[in-house]
């Protein structure tokens, strides 16, 4: 006959636990964790007062930046040949008596209804903008 897997005879021994094993020390386990933790995961406190006066270095270098854009590019604008044209007064807004076009940081204040010399790519702009220069000899 087949043997009797679920009769006591067949049960293991469980031993009873000698002694509990003792409990850890919470501190001594958060310390633990703590130093265990890296430390670039670890977020400053938001609510921290930081006396020290910020000193913004990258704005600084992009103001530098830009200013030295916009002088190159109204250099090389001023060395490109120029046409002569007059932006025409606008019939709808009659107040409005200036045109500002910017390249790279340079602007130009162009007067509406006056003849002006302006480089070729400050043209190409006025027209791609709409303001209908016209070429005047």
């Given amino acids: 006959m087949a043997e009797d897997i679920f009769s006591e005879e067949n049960e293991p021994e469980v031993k ?13 386990m958060g310390e633990g ?46 060395a490109m040949p120029k046409d002569n044209i007059m932006i025409p007064i606008d019939k709808q807004n009659p107040h409005d008596s200036f045109v500002i076009v910017g390249i790279n940081g340079y602007y130009l204040q162009i007067q509406r209804g006056k003849k002006v010399a302006l480089p070729r790519p400050i043209v190409d702009l006025l027209i791609a903008g709409g303001y209908g220069p016209t070429l005047v000899r």
Avoid at 16 to 22: L, R, S, T, V
Avoid at 47 to 59: Q, R
């Fill in 16 to 28: 009873e636990p000698e002694a509990a094993e003792e409990e850890l020390d919470k501190t001594d």
């Fill in 33 to 78: 964790l703590m130093a265990e933790r890296d430390p670039a995961s670890v977020m400053a406190d938001p609510f921290a007062v930081d006396k020290s006066k910020a000193v913004d270095l990258v704005a600084r270098g992009l103001d530098q930046q830009i200013s030295r854009a916009a002088r190159e590019t109204g250099e090389k604008l001023n």
